[in-house]
Structures are given as structure tokens and as C-alpha cells.
């Protein structure tokens, strides 16, 4: 108890107070700065981390419901009818497109003079669009995460050091070399960095899980394309015969 009077004395009677908010309140003005910045980000990325994984759950979700219609045997004019106004998911998207273009070139085209290989080719391409403009769409700012992940740090290390070299020059100031003079400058600075790996570990893991999932949801989305294409051209080649 004497000791902490004695301290405390010599402090001007100005204890420092070693919590986050404490600390920051205590910072440099740039330090302080930094550490905004560092919690907006970490804010946001996480943010972006729950929306998108809320919007590729849901995409899978619909897409299950919709293969299981798709391949119990219903006629394709009918489930397209059924959602051609709102497609709601990027496969439904996919299947409405391509449908589109199916029943424009068939209905443009002049009697026994259809090219099945113009009519594949624009089916095909309608639907390499439209997964490009989808997948998108569903992938929304996930490429922000990984900024986030890579700069944080270094934002929270400059932080650092600009309080380090603070701390160092009000030492030089007081010409106190005591522990007890320049540890809180140290300490606030250290928050910093501390800062910057609360916003950039979550970052980084949630990009590169997101990353994989929607790469799959790619896959999957991309495979059904090409069934539905090899699923049309088998019709264009019944209509021959």
C-alpha cells in the first residue's frame, strides 16, 4: 500500500488506468486514430463474414429444393412458367435464362431451318453470363476481407511504433527513465497492434472459408449448366427426327 502511494505521488497522483478504454482515452491522437480505424474494420469485416455466409446457406438451401424438382421428372415449360417473373437463387437464375434463350431461338427460327449448333452456342453462353453475373451477386465484397486481413496488422504496427517513439520522447522530456514513466506510452502503443490482429485473424479465416464455399457453390452451379445444356441439345436432336 505504501509502495502504490509513493507511485502514485510521484505520478502527480495520476494513476494510469490500464484498461482498453482507459488506455485509449490516454493515447496519442494518432494512435487513437489508428485504433478507429482498426475497430471500424474489424466491424465491417465481420459484417461482410455473416452476410455472405447468410447468403451462400440460403443459395444452397434453394438450390437443393430446386435440383429436386428439376430432376423429379416435371416438364421444364411448366417449371419454367412457375419462375420465370422472380428467379431467386443463382441456379434458378441459370435455368430461367437459359430457357429464355430456348424458347426465343426456336420461335425465331424459320420452319426446318434452325442450326442447332447457333441455338447450344447462345444457350451456352447465356448461361456462362449469367453464373458470372450470379456468382457475384453471391460473392458481394468477400475480396474486402482479405484486405482487411493483410493491412490490418501493418495499420496496427505503425500505431505502435508512433506511440512507442512517443513514449520514448516524453522519457527524454522528464528525464525519467523509469519504468513506470514510459510503460503506459508502451502499453497504449501495444493496444495497436493488439487491434490489428482482432481485425485481421477473423478476417482472414472467414475469407478463406467463404472463398472455398462459394468455390464449391461454383462447381455445383457450373455442373448443373452443363447437364442442362446436354439436356437441350438432346431435345434440338429428337425435333430432328
Do not use: C
Amino acid at each position: 500500500m505504501q509502495t502504490a502511494t509513493v507511485e502514485a505521488v510521484e505520478l502527480g497522483g495520476n494513476v494510469p488506468d490500464f484498461s482498453p478504454i482507459g488506455m485509449f482515452l490516454q493515447a496519442d491522437f494518432v494512435v487513437q486514430v489508428v485504433m478507429i480505424m482498426l475497430l471500424t474494420a474489424s466491424v465491417w469485416g465481420w459484417s461482410i463474414a455473416i452476410n455472405t455466409w447468410g447468403r451462400v446457406k440460403e443459395a444452397r438451401a434453394k438450390a437443393d429444393e430446386f435440383e429436386d424438382v428439376f430432376w423429379s421428372g416435371s416438364s421444364l415449360d411448366e417449371l419454367y412458367g412457375s419462375m420465370q417473373k422472380a428467379p431467386d437463387h443463382p441456379m434458378a437464375a441459370i435455368f430461367v435464362a437459359a430457357m429464355r434463350e430456348w424458347q426465343r431461338s426456336l420461335g425465331s427460327g424459320r420452319k426446318g431451318g434452325i442450326d442447332k449448333v447457333t441455338v447450344q452456342d447462345r444457350i451456352t453462353k447465356v448461361m456462362h453470363v449469367t453464373t458470372g453475373r450470379e456468382l457475384d451477386r453471391l460473392e458481394g465484397q468477400v475480396s474486402y476481407l482479405a484486405t482487411i486481413g493483410s493491412a490490418s496488422p501493418f495499420v496496427g504496427l505503425f500505431g505502435t511504433v508512433w506511440g512507442i517513439m512517443n513514449a520514448f520522447q516524453a522519457m527524454a522530456v522528464s528525464s525519467n527513465t523509469s519504468l513506470t514513466t514510459v510503460a503506459p506510452g508502451i502499453a497504449e502503443a501495444l493496444l495497436a497492434t493488439a487491434l490489428g490482429l482482432v481485425a485481421a485473424i477473423p478476417a482472414v479465416i472467414s475469407f478463406n472459408k467463404l472463398s472455398t464455399d462459394i468455390g464449391r457453390y461454383a462447381n455445383r452451379i457450373e455442373g448443373f449448366a452443363d447437364e442442362f445444356a446436354a439436356i437441350l441439345s438432346r431435345q434440338l436432336d429428337e425435333r430432328d427426327h
